[in-house]
């Protein structure tokens, strides 16, 4: 069925969100058209958030002030740790885990060279520049283990390295949940690799 | 992990979509961050498709012109039925069965005394005069087999029996796919009270 121009549009660029297909982008066009209040408010939060939210000049993560919060931490630059990520998503897992007290470095992507993505791209002439000033004494690779990741992860420790700084690497191996069979052989070879003595 | 306000009030107001729980409208608001131009262009196809799209002044479809293209279709004139539906969505499903070269109506709801939903609410003295002055031979209702549903059919069946208009209710029973345990006991009560001969 054809739509109007319009609901085309709408329906076009609503594929833009993470996991929304043309079936549930239809869907979303005309639950917005019917709830138009609402619909209003979301358009004007995605541009105030667009216009508003910029990178942290420290850390490159998203925020509304020049330097995030954890960044201006007094207690997180004691910590003394600076955990290199690809994205602010990856900001809010770690820190959700609770398990991590340090600052964060967010690359905004890994190193592809087929993709035009260098150094310059994940801002590591900024990170250089923190590691000589600042106060880490250990960094932590937080990169996904694919092939980018390991790329990435290794020319971060070699700036690291040559700063005489720490690096340690996130574990690999069996994620909690799922079975054995189900999981990729790459994985799996982490686990056996990393495995520990009991 | 609290974020900025921009980002909070963006996270929020993404949960008016349907199927999207705390963690999508996250991870949504992230990916419109990240490519910011898409986003712009969402949020301005939202509010033009609010402002631009209107209802039909006939069946009470979306539409971006005064009277739907169905609405001024000949054929579809000819064809001398008028299909009643809930919602938009309706029609659309409708549509691309193919099965289906008649007019629409939308009630854009359901009879739902509780919900302060009459027959004001439905547009039914719209509906009831197009079933005077039109040309209309079957109505066919097809509304849900909920409550409300069975309700506002038979309301409506009841304004175009006073019309002299023939009515159609669409069949009920066992859908296409899914094993029969897996059925709920009402729709297969109208399977078994809908059987036919072979
Ligand atoms: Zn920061
Ligand atoms: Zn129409």
């Known amino acids: 069925m054809k739509f109007s121009p319009l609901l085309d549009a709408l329906i076009e660029s609503l594929r833009i969100l993470p996991g929304v297909g043309p079936k549930s982008a239809q869907r979303m066009a005309f639950m ?10 979301l358009a004007k939060n995605i541009l105030a958030a667009v216009d508003g ?25 004691y910590a003394g740790q600076l955990c290199v990520v690809a994205s602010p998503l990856d900001v809010l897992s770690i820190e959700q885990t609770g398990h991590y007290q340090g600052r964060y470095f967010v690359l905004k992507g890994l190193l592809s060279p087929i993709d035009g993505i260098g150094p310059d791209e994940l801002g590591l002439d900024l990170l250089a520049k923190q590691l000589q000033q600042s106060s880490v004494r250990e960094l932590i690779l937080a990169t996904s283990p694919s092939v980018e990741g390991e790329a990435t992860a290794y020319y971060v420790s070699e700036m690291a390295k040559a ?36």
Chains 1, 2 share one sequence.
């Open 32 to 41: 917005l058209l019917e709830h138009s209040n609402g619909a209003k408010k």
């Open 53 to 77: 939210i910029q990178s942290c000049s420290q850390c490159r993560n998203y925020t509304q002030q020049p330097v995030c919060d954890i960044c201006q931490s007094e207690i997180r630059k």
């Open 163 to 198: 700063a005489s700084i720490e690096v340690t690497r996130l574990a690999q191996g069996l994620p909690s949940s799922g079975e054995l069979s189900a999981i990729d052989s790459r994985t799996l070879g982490h686990a056996f690799s990393g495995r520990k003595q009991l």
